[in-house]
């Protein structure tokens, strides 16, 4: 797919990380040790504070506790348990890590956990109703748009973005509002086809 902007991209980790000082004044700092066996590992010069903040995860509230400097990608995956989805890369290049806040598609390993509370937090695991699923999962199976998977959540998600974005136009049009989002199995063909899918499925 050609490489475009991507609105994902655009954050880098220096402004995710000058941006912490700001999102953690809505946090509650507590003493490390209650915490010290769940956070990430530290090194000697790391600030050993730790944070009690609420997120917002596919309709419903969690108590997280988490240092200022953990991910939203590692909030889920490792603190609420939601592995749909997928760490890649962890630099913000391959979109594997792809979820919606506030409706908006961002690649949650270039976020920190601190800077969303109050936001609502979408994964794939919070698109299907019930056991139906949603359109666009529908159009990823039937188009067969995968091969190891590891792309696929991400991909759902920045398609779900794509669609209420209005940018459906044409294959052209979702190749390059999709480029943010890598697959190494090259599925891009079946992927954009079921994207043009689910689009039609929605605006019917
Ligand atoms: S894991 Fe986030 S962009 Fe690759
Ligand atoms: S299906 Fe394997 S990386 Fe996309």
């Known amino acids: 797919m050609p490489e475009s902007p991507h609105p994902a991209t655009t954050h880098t980790r220096r402004i995710v990380l000058k941006s912490t000082a700001v999102a953690a004044a809505g946090a509650t ?3 490390a040790p209650a915490v010290a066996a769940a ?31 953990v991910t939203l990608l590692d909030a889920l995956r490792e603190r609420l348990a939601l592995t ?18 506030d409706g908006e598609r961002i690649k949650s390993c270039l976020t920190l956990a601190v800077m969303r509370q109050g936001s609502a937090i979408t994964t794939v ?3 299907a109703d019930g056991d139906r699923l949603h359109p ?12 190891c998977g ?22 052209e049009e979702i190749r390059q509002w999709m480029s943010g989002n890598i697959c190494r199995c090259a599925c891009y063909q ?12 929605v605006r019917r």
């Open 136 to 147: 666009v999962q529908e159009a990823f199976i039937r188009r067969d748009a995968f091969q």
């Open 39 to 69: 956070a990430a590992p530290t090194t000697a010069g790391d600030v050993a504070e730790v944070m009690e903040i609420t997120l917002s995860v596919n309709g419903r509230k969690h108590a997280v506790t988490v240092e200022p400097r």
């Open 29 to 31: 700092l507590v003493p």
């Open 190 to 201: 079946n992927i954009v086809a079921a994207v043009a899918d689910a689009a039609r499925e």
């Open 84 to 101: 749909g989805t997928k760490k890649g890369c962890d630099r913000g290049e391959c979109g594997a890590c792809t979820v919606l806040v």
């Open 125 to 127: 695991e919070g698109l």
């Open 150 to 171: 590891g792309c696929t959540s991400g991909q759902i998600m920045s398609a779900v973005a794509c669609i209420r974005e209005g940018h459906t136009g044409s294959d």
